[in-house]
């Protein structure tokens, strides 16, 4: 026999790997087309990671698509029997919009799915299925766990908006409690609801927990009951509880979960309770499974991605220029000097080994890309660059420094027609287009990088979507603000992996850095 071990590449040996597992404990192999009715993911959009599908006619004129995700094509060729259990596995190139190239991109995927009567015996297998999944690809690993179920009965009872709940799960997902404040009304929801993101940790320290936040909620209970048995298996030590794990509540119920593996800053793996789906398809079954990602498991053997796991610096990426020497001196009031920084020359990288804190400037406007890249692990960002490019990190603090507004502003005689399009010139695409859209105003946007007060000047635009910081550029130019879109400030972000690994290091800063802040005021 020869030595396969020397021809796959890694990528192939993980997909053996996972599948050997999946089939040892029961799961059958699911083989299925390429190709899928369109209409499917048209009906489903919110369940998919994108809107992007590549679609094609076939030779009988019907509209088809390469599939974008697995699950929902599995649900819809499966038979619907809700007194048995079905468990599939399967391995699976799907196409999507990479986030990166925003450009289509062939992505395999492996992953099981299991559906019909599920009991907690079920739930139990599929997070343990996942946990061994990412302890069989790297022993430095974790499966972040979550119940829905019970921020939903929080949020469903405040009277929000939809946009408002939207709002909200997203503050959750960032554990962004500050917006949470500006949405929320104040209240026993609001005050449980905050507690109840701010507690992640291992199964035996967040269980009393959550005792005591729901005393009287069978959702608590049946989902304690579940990690509880975890917590009893040789598995108990790759799980953390972590309520800022969130999905798509028309789809997912219950318990949702997220792996991550040291060094690769993105989760690698995803699934949950989607019985929502289910009856959107009319089905009568319960369902839940994972999928794993095994286009981002190439970084494994990348010595960039080696080397970060091991490193035990904390990474923090500061703005260039005069709010970046404030923050910094934040930070070292802090306790987490580096006087070398401040020394002139062109050196960009600076370390504290005592207190293992390592500083980089970087330009403002890339600080969210190096922190969600996971080439820093934490950073200071304005507002407004998170509202424009919304990258996926925690927001963990508002600085209060670097104050000013997004804003709407013309001329001083400006009265909107709203008969034609609203010409709109800003370099803040997408917060220009979300705030005109939620005023259902047809606007054209004219992207510029620069002298964007000049536009309505020379009747490039009507108005401009732009900062606003004391308004003396806008007045010498005969120009005002005219409505205010949101509060600017410097914001404290951090990368979802590395508050998974580098956990007490990073909220010990936050807490120092809050601690600070206080004494100073």
């Known amino acids: 026999m020869p030595d396969f071990n020397n021809i796959l590449q890694s990528s192939e040996k993980i997909i053996f790997t996972l599948r050997s597992l999946y089939a040892a404990a029961g799961y059958l192999p699911y083989?299925?087309?390429?190709?899928?009715?369109?209409?499917?993911?048209?009906?489903?959009?919110?369940?998919?990671?994108?809107?992007?599908?590549?679609?094609?006619t076939d030779t009988n004129g019907k509209l088809l698509a390469l599939k974008p995700d697995v699950t929902l094509s599995i649900i819809k060729n499966s038979k619907d029997l809700p007194d048995e259990v079905q468990k599939v596995y399967y391995n699976e190139n799907v196409y999507r919009v990479s986030k990166g190239t925003q450009s289509f991109k062939e992505m395999m995927q492996a992953g099981l799915e299991c559906f019909g009567r599920i009991d907690e015996e079920n739930l139990v297998e599929v997070l343990s299925l996942a946990a061994v999944s990412l302890q069989a690809l790297?022993?430095?690993?974790?499966?972040?766990?979550?119940?829905?179920?019970?921020?939903?009965?929080?949020?469903?009872?405040?009277?929000?908006?939809?946009?408002?709940?939207?709002?909200?799960?997203?503050?959750?997902?960032?554990r962004n409690l500050?917006?949470?404040?500006?949405?929320?009304?104040?209240?026993?929801?609001?005050?449980?609801?905050?507690?109840?993101?701010?507690?992640?940790?291992?199964?035996?320290?967040?269980?009393?927990?959550?005792?005591?936040?729901?005393?009287?909620?069978?959702?608590?209970?049946?989902?304690?009951?579940?990690?509880?048995?975890?917590?009893?298996t040789q598995l108990?030590?790759?799980?953390?509880?972590?309520?800022?794990?969130?999905?798509?509540?028309?789809?997912?119920?219950?318990?949702?979960?997220?792996?991550?593996?040291?060094g690769i800053p993105d989760a690698v793996l995803?699934?949950?309770?989607?019985?929502?789906?289910?009856?959107?398809?009319?089905?009568?079954?319960?369902?839940?499974?994972?999928?794993?990602?095994?286009?981002?498991?190439?970084?494994?053997?990348?010595?960039?991605?080696?080397?970060?796991?091991?490193?035990?610096?904390?990474?923090?990426?500061?703005?260039?220029?005069?709010?970046?020497?404030?923050?910094?001196?934040?930070?070292?009031?802090?306790?987490?000097?580096c006087p070398e920084i401040l020394e002139p020359g062109r050196k960009l990288i600076f370390e504290n080994t005592d207190k293992k804190i390592r500083y980089f400037w970087v330009k403002p406007s890339d600080v969210a890309i190096y922190v969600e890249r996971g080439a820093a692990d934490m950073g200071v960002a304005g507002k407004d660059i998170l509202l424009e490019y919304q990258p996926d990190i925690f927001e963990l603090m508002d600085l209060d420094t670097g104050k000013c507004r997004m804003a709407v502003a013309g001329p001083k005689d400006f009265k909107d027609d709203t008969s034609r399009t609203l010409k709109v010139a800003t370099k803040f695409s997408n917060i220009a287009r979300t705030f005109y859209?939620?005023?259902?105003?047809?606007?054209?946007?004219?992207?510029?990088?620069?002298?964007?007060?000049?536009?309505?000047?020379?009747?490039?635009?009507?108005?401009?979507?732009?900062?606003?910081?004391?308004?003396?550029?806008?007045?010498?130019?005969?120009l005002e603000v005219?409505?205010?879109?949101?509060?600017?400030?410097?914001?404290?972000?951090?990368?979802?992996?590395?508050?998974?690994?580098?956990?007490?290091?990073?909220?010990k800063i936050v807490s120092d850095l809050k601690e600070a802040m206080e004494d100073k005021q």
């Not at 369902?287 to 494994?300: E, N």
């Not at 091991?310 to 709010?323: E, Q, S, T």
């Not at 308004?471 to 005969?478: I, P, Q, R, S, V």
């Open 138 to 174: 790297s022993e430095k690993s974790m499966l972040s766990v979550s119940c829905l179920d019970l921020s939903a009965d929080l949020i469903d009872g405040m009277g929000l908006s939809g946009t408002e709940r939207k709002q909200l799960y997203q503050a959750v997902s960032e």
């Open 270 to 337: 995803s699934g949950g309770q989607y019985d929502k789906l289910m009856k959107k398809l009319h089905r009568k079954s319960h369902a839940i499974g994972f999928a794993v990602y095994t286009d981002l498991l190439d970084r494994l053997e990348d010595p960039q991605t080696q080397a970060k796991a091991a490193d035990d610096y904390v990474n923090v990426a500061l703005p260039k220029g005069r709010l970046g020497e404030k923050i910094y001196k934040c930070f070292a009031q802090a306790g987490y000097e």
């Open 437 to 478: 859209q939620s005023r259902g105003r047809d606007i054209d946007i004219i992207h510029l990088n620069g002298s964007i007060e000049l536009a309505p000047i020379l009747g490039l635009s009507d108005v401009i979507v732009d900062i606003v910081e004391t308004g003396a550029t806008l007045k010498e130019n005969d």
């Open 178 to 232: 500050h917006e949470m404040d500006r949405i929320c009304p104040q209240g026993d929801a609001l005050n449980t609801l905050k507690k109840l993101v701010a507690t992640a940790g291992e199964i035996p320290a967040v269980l009393p927990i959550l005792h005591n936040l729901y005393p009287h909620s069978a959702a608590c209970d049946a989902f304690c009951g579940v990690m509880e048995k975890i917590s009893k």
């Open 482 to 507: 005219i409505e205010t879109i949101v509060p600017i400030s410097a914001r404290l972000i951090a990368n979802r992996a590395a508050c998974k690994f580098k956990k007490e290091q990073i909220e």
């Open 236 to 262: 108990a030590s790759f799980f953390r509880i972590d309520f800022s794990v969130t999905d798509d509540v028309n789809y997912y119920n219950g318990i949702v979960f997220k792996g991550y593996i040291q």
């Open 31 to 56: 083989r299925m087309s390429k190709f899928e009715e369109y209409d499917l993911y048209a009906k489903n959009k919110d369940f998919l990671l994108s809107d992007n599908v590549i679609t094609f």
